[in-house]
């Protein structure tokens, strides 16, 4: 393969995928898991590797997931989350949303969320910022927690990861945004230090 056809294969890669589908490492779920309380069952309807999943498995958490396209064996179902009239038992969301639909998705999920569970999601923290616009609704929802992640994460697109690529360190900031159902308050802002998660991932060898 000469240098421009692999600048075109790398170029593709990197591409905005139509499905919106990035990936997060393995720490940042890891972290969440190991600062915040979540009782019952998780649910990720957007889990595409599963790394969510595994990762809350592996802390002997109860935890399913699915997508619009199965893409590995954690997967336990196909669905589109916003056409589903029927859903598995549980008491939690935990995702990393399609980020063009990303609004959508957290307040589906705030609809369907049972009394007293969470809705957790890793989204830029840049979409914070559109609250008296576009995002008029963030301000009254019950938002409770917002962890600020740190280092910055890398969240390229599946497909990179898919091909073997070791992704860089990351540029863009990124928090986990968790609401839950009944809450009523002030969003408290908690800093999010992934190092030690990392750490375990890689005993673990996730």
């Not at 030690?196 to 673990?204: P, S, T």
């Amino acid at each position: 393969m000469d240098i421009n056809d692999k600048r075109r294969k790398q170029a593709h890669l990197w591409a905005r995928d139509t499905l919106d589908w990035y990936v997060e490492p393995h720490e940042c779920s890891r972290a969440l898991f190991r600062v915040e309380e979540f009782q019952g069952t998780i649910w990720d309807p957007a889990c595409g590797f599963g790394r969510i999943v595994q990762q809350a498995r592996s802390l002997d958490k109860i935890a399913i997931g699915s997508d619009i396209v199965k893409r590995g064996d954690i997967c336990d179902f196909t669905a589109d989350f916003f056409s589903m009239e029927s859903f598995p038992d549980f008491e939690n969301i935990i995702t990393n949303p399609p980020f063009g639909r990303a609004e959508e998705f957290v307040r589906r999920a705030l609809e369907i969320i049972p009394p007293h569970g969470k809705v957790a999601a890793i989204l830029p923290i840049v979409w914070l910022a559109g609250f008296s616009t576009k995002r008029h609704w963030l301000p009254k929802s019950p938002l409770c927690k917002v962890y600020p992640i740190s280092p910055r994460p890398s969240m390229p697109p599946g497909l990179v990861i898919e091909a073997g690529i070791k992704p860089g360190n990351g540029t863009k900031d990124y928090c986990w945004l968790v609401w839950k159902r009944d809450y009523i308050g002030k969003a408290e802002v908690i800093f999010l230090n992934t190092k030690h998660a990392r750490e375990e991932v890689d005993f673990l060898g996730f």
